[in-house]
């Protein structure tokens, strides 16, 4: 996980960050009068923006992401202690794409993400970043207003997963299909800008046991949370949240979630990256 870090060294990354944080930002802020939770969450179509943004310009668009969250948070007047878990699962919202594309192995395209080439099988490795991208980030949110004793992970869980699918897929294909070649063109691919050595140093097969324990633990996490969270709730839903869930969460959703919280930090540890394997 180096180059989250020494990727601030360089100017443009730097210049990435900001991009990324003011896309998300601007494509959040006009819609946050649609919405589905008072104060928690609202129609987002910008969501498009991580997972296409984490496949072009890796560990930069996972700052930009969790900073663009922010933004938002601030202006649509939604900012508080659960905004740090939303910049959390915002941020690896945008470095999941940069983990998983080309390392799915029989469920990889093998090519760069450009849409014109093996295009059926590029929409299946697509798809799949997404659902993991938003299963994760919706599992890190719900499970820190959780434990926040803000909001049910159930609800909120199922919302963000939706919300982030359903405008990621619709719009990320042809998104990529139009801005892909473009970047690829200026030079400003992750791969283009970051050293050799702070690109991280793993093998194919490591890599790719990785990004499977990535996507099998977003995914098992999220659908485990909501089950335990629909389990748990046993008065109606119009009932204070602290008769529902206790004013800190549930001890049990808090133990999940922070045993797969450890797990995705390890996995992402010893995790690669393929992008740059498939423009030599």
Same mark, same amino acid.
């Given at each position: 996980?180096?180059?989250?870090?020494?990727?601030?060294?360089?100017?443009?990354?730097?210049?990435? &960050?900001?991009?990324?944080?003011?896309?998300?930002?601007?494509?959040?802020?006009?819609?946050?009068?649609?919405?589905?939770?008072?104060?928690?969450?609202?129609?987002?179509?910008?969501?498009?923006? %991580?997972?296409?943004?984490?496949?072009?310009?890796? %560990?930069?668009?996972?700052?930009?992401?969790?900073?663009?969250?922010?933004?938002?948070?601030?202006?649509?007047?939604?900012?508080?202690?659960?905004?740090?878990?939303?910049?959390?699962?915002?941020?690896?919202?945008?470095?999941?794409?940069?983990?998983?594309?080309?390392?799915?192995? &029989?469920?990889?395209?093998?090519?760069?993400?450009?849409?014109?080439?093996?295009?059926?099988?590029?929409?299946?490795?697509?798809?799949?970043?997404?659902?993991?991208?938003?299963?994760?980030?919706?599992?890190?949110?719900?499970?820190?207003?959780?434990?926040?004793?803000?909001?049910?992970?159930?609800?909120?869980?199922?919302?963000?997963?939706?919300?982030? &699918?359903?405008?990621?897929?619709?719009?990320?294909?042809?998104?990529?299909?139009?801005?892909?070649?473009?970047?690829?063109?200026?030079?400003?691919?992750?791969?283009?800008?970051?050293?050799?050595?702070?690109?991280?140093?793993?093998?194919?097969?490591?890599?790719?046991? $990785?990004?499977?324990?990535?996507?099998?633990?977003?995914?098992?996490?999220?659908?485990?949370?909501?089950?335990?969270?629909?389990?748990?709730?046993?008065? %109606?839903?119009? $009932?204070?949240?602290?008769?529902?869930?206790?004013?800190?969460?549930?001890?049990?959703?808090?133990?999940?979630? $922070?045993?797969?919280?450890?797990?995705?930090?390890?996995?992402?540890?010893?995790?690669?990256?393929?992008?740059?394997?498939?423009?030599?």
């Amino acid at each position: 996980m180096k180059e989250l870090v020494t990727m601030w060294r360089d100017t443009r990354m730097i210049m990435l &960050v900001a991009v990324v944080a003011a896309v998300y930002a601007a494509l959040l802020i006009p819609f946050a009068g649609l919405v589905i939770i008072p104060g928690i969450t609202a129609v987002r179509p910008g969501n498009v923006i %991580p997972v296409i943004f984490g496949i072009l310009f890796g %560990p930069a668009a996972a700052w930009g992401s969790g900073i663009g969250n922010l933004i938002n948070d601030v202006f649509a007047g939604t900012f508080g202690p659960g905004s740090l878990f939303g910049f959390i699962g915002n941020f690896f919202f945008g470095l999941i794409g940069y983990k998983l594309w080309g390392n799915l192995g &029989v469920l990889s395209s093998g090519v760069e993400p450009n849409f014109r080439e093996n295009a059926g099988r590029q929409l299946l490795e697509y798809v799949i970043v997404v659902v993991v991208g938003s299963a994760l980030c919706a599992s890190i949110i719900a499970w820190g207003l959780e434990v926040l004793g803000l909001f049910p992970f159930s609800v909120l869980g199922t919302i963000i997963l939706l919300n982030n &699918v359903i405008a990621s897929v619709v719009l990320g294909p042809p998104l990529l299909y139009l801005t892909y070649p473009r970047i690829k063109d200026m030079g400003l691919l992750y791969p283009d800008l970051l050293r050799d050595e702070d690109l991280p140093d793993a093998s194919a097969s490591r890599a790719q046991t $990785a990004a499977f324990g990535l996507a099998v633990v977003s995914v098992v996490w999220a659908a485990v949370g909501i089950a335990v969270s629909l389990g748990i709730q046993d008065v %109606p839903f119009g $009932a204070s949240q602290g008769e529902q869930f206790g004013a800190g969460g549930s001890t049990v959703q808090i133990a999940i979630g $922070a045993i797969s919280f450890l797990a995705v930090l390890g996995l992402t540890v010893i995790s690669g990256e393929r992008l740059s394997k498939l423009l030599d």
